[in-house]
Nanobody, 116 residues
């Protein structure tokens, strides 16, 4: 079963930047459409960014992060990244990576806290 391990979360001030990383297991990482999800306290998990399988040519973003976040992938390393800039307190959440469609087992996630 494919698994993902996220890292890179931290406490950052408003306006700051972070780069999240996710490493996947298994042999089929390149075949998956992938996404970053986040879950804030007492809110449902939501998709913030996704990237197409293979060369990752197609990306999409939620309205709340568009223009500030950039998703990318490295299939050789089985890595997924999320570059976050212009962070806002509303971005505070646990961030997860997973397959965009039919998510598999969820990892522990990585905590991002935006606060002064």
């Amino acid at each position: 079963q494919v698994r993902f391990v996220e890292s890179g979360g931290a406490l950052v001030q408003p306006g700051g930047s972070l780069r999240l990383s996710c490493v996947g297991s298994g042999d089929y990482f390149a075949m998956y459409d992938m996404a970053w999800f986040r879950q804030a306290p007492e809110k449902q998990r939501e998709v913030v960014a996704d990237v197409s399988s293979g060369d990752g040519r197609r990306t999409s973003y939620s309205k709340s992060v568009k223009g500030r976040f950039t998703i990318s992938r490295d299939n050789v390393k089985k890595m997924l990244y999320l570059q976050m800039t212009g962070l806002e307190p509303e971005d505070t959440a646990v961030y997860y990576c997973n397959r965009r469609y039919g998510p598999g087992e969820w990892g522990q996630g990585t905590q991002v806290t935006v606060s002064s």
